[in-house]
């Protein structure tokens, strides 16, 4: 895409962030992905893992990740916030890992894009942009904003609503939606 640095992109999920922020990355473009947690919490997942090949490491992901929803969703009350997180985490990794050839470049690769780099395109969950602002913000993939409204609590429906807010108040003066 041909936006300018300093442009602020958006999505509901970290996942539907990645394949832009890398196919941005790989045309010689700045680029920051905001999310320590979520960066910390992918690394602390691949030191755990003693996987030869992308392949292996991939199906291993996929496994690891429906053990942890199951899990979640075999709970009294199954909170929606925490299987997506769940969701995003593990979408997120293996989103990074399709675009690698070697397991050795997973790591760096998760480095480089969460490294917070001046004068860079931005790319943010819609959470994580709270209290910061762009000339420009382009929300990403805006037909999933929300999460399925109907499987929630009244708090949780009033969470969505706040961080809609929030994404759309991101920006000082253009707002762009992208399908």
């Known amino acids: ?16 962030l990645i394949p832009f922020a890398i196919k941005a990355y790989k045309a010689g ?44 969703q075999q709970a009294a009350n199954p909170s929606a916030s925490a299987i997506e997180f769940i969701n995003d985490l593990y979408d997120t990794l293996i989103s990074i890992i399709n675009e690698c050839t070697l397991v050795s470049q997973v790591e760096k ?9 001046a004068n860079s395109l931005v790319y943010s969950s819609m959470h994580r942009s709270k209290g910061r602002e762009a000339d420009r913000v382009v929300i990403l993939d805006s037909t999933r904003m929300t999460l399925d409204l109907s499987k929630m609590n009244d ?3 009033q969470q969505e609503k706040n961080l809609v807010y929030v994404a759309m108040t991101r920006p000082k003066h253009q707002l762009d939606f992208v399908k």
């Open 1 to 16: 895409h041909g936006y300018e640095n300093g442009t602020m992109l958006l999505a509901r999920r970290n996942a539907s």
């Open 29 to 72: 473009r700045q680029v920051s992905v905001l999310g320590e947690l979520i960066e910390q919490k992918m690394l602390g997942i691949l030191r755990n893992k003693d996987c030869k090949t992308i392949c292996e490491l991939r199906s291993d992901l996929l496994d690891e990740q429906t053990k942890k929803v199951t899990k979640l």
């Open 109 to 117: 690769m998760i480095t480089e894009l969460f490294r917070l780099k």
């Open 155 to 157: 708090e949780e429906i």
